[in-house]
């Protein structure tokens, strides 16, 4: 259970970023996000009452639901709307790096002190491949620096929700705080859709619902619980690996199902990116194994 699991979440987050682009048909990205949520909200309320579970009305809780549906409306809001204007394997990539994003945020806000030079190092190597990735386009044009600086956003914004809800620090679930905090999101982001005067699409592909569902159902509802699942029953280190798979496999699924250009030097960025990403997860691991192969090199030599 835990290895299909495991499976699942890395098979969602890999899909999440195509399935936004495709979802956000003709321009009408608010209602795609709206669409998406709500649906989400309505699958975990359900849940709830079938299972007789009753949220926290404590004031941290209700810190946490609040800081929770902010973050997924600034964070969902800006990766929709970049989603546009670029491949859905630079979103992959780009949201990827929010482990380095939330450590940074982290020193800042809880005063942790991780961020030695070996990360500094990652975070460099990181930034390298993704100016590789972003070099293989041919004409970077506004619309693109645009896309790319709304995704980097989103990761912001999303690291720096989890981050203010680790600080507070509220004996609540995950599900708890997910279901909390669409509560919040979902009125904001139907009054949003509301004053922007966007007219639904009627004419809309199958396809297009075909995503908002699969989004609302699979990758909001099923994909969170199969994450805290996973993140109660194995340790940080297996389920902070999936950071690493996913840009890979929503490259090459962007590649052949919707026709993104996949280069040499676009891969080359990629690992330089997921290298930077492993030195900066990974650093204590990193160093305790070039330490021990260090002393076996000496060993060998005497």
């Known amino acids: 259970m835990v290895r299909a699991a495991y499976l699942g979440v890395i098979l969602i987050w890999s899909t999440t970023p195509l399935a936004i682009q495709l979802s956000s048909f003709d321009g009408n990205y608010l209602f795609a996000i709206s669409m998406r949520m709500l649906i989400g909200l309505s699958v975990l309320y359900v849940i709830y009452v079938i299972m007789q579970l009753k949220l926290s009305s404590t004031r941290s809780a209700l810190q ?5 549906g902010l973050g997924i409306n600034a964070s969902m809001t800006s990766v929709y709307w970049g ?3 670029i491949p859905s ?3 992959a990539v780009i949201f990827g790096l929010s482990p380095i994003t939330t450590g940074l945020l982290s020193a800042l806000f809880l005063n942790e002190k991780n961020i030695s030079s070996f990360r500094i190092v990652g975070i460099a190597i990181g930034l390298m491949g993704l100016v590789m990735i972003f070099s293989t386009t041919k004409e970077l044009d506004t619309y693109v620096l645009w896309g790319v600086l709304a995704v980097f ?3 912001c914004s999303h690291s720096l929700s989890a981050v203010l809800i680790k600080r507070i620090n509220a004996p609540i679930t995950g599900a708890a705080a997910s279901l909390g905090g669409l509560t919040v999101a979902v009125p904001i982001l139907l009054l949003s859709l509301l004053v ?9 592909p ?3 619902w075909s995503s908002i569902l699969y989004l609302g159902i699979i990758g909001t509802a099923v994909g969170f619980t199969l994450y805290y699942y ?4 194995l340790d940080a280190l297996r389920v902070s690996m999936i950071t690493l798979i996913t840009p890979v496999i929503a490259l090459l699924l962007g590649n052949v199902l919707n026709n993104e250009p996949l280069t040499a030097s676009t891969l080359m960025g990629v690992v330089l990116v997921v290298s930077g990403l492993a030195m900066f997860q990974f650093e204590k691991n990193i160093l305790h194994w070039l ?3 260090s002393k076996i090199r000496l060993h060998f030599h005497k």
Do not use: C, H, M, R
């Open 64 to 68: 946490v639901y609040v800081i929770s």
């Open 83 to 85: 989603a546009q204007f």
């Open 89 to 91: 394997g630079w979103v």
């Open 153 to 155: 956003v989103s990761t």
């Open 196 to 204: 922007s005067g966007d007219v639904v699409p009627i004419e809309t």
């Open 206 to 208: 199958t396809y297009v």
């Open 230 to 233: 996973i993140l109660k029953n």
């Open 291 to 293: 330490k021990q192969t």
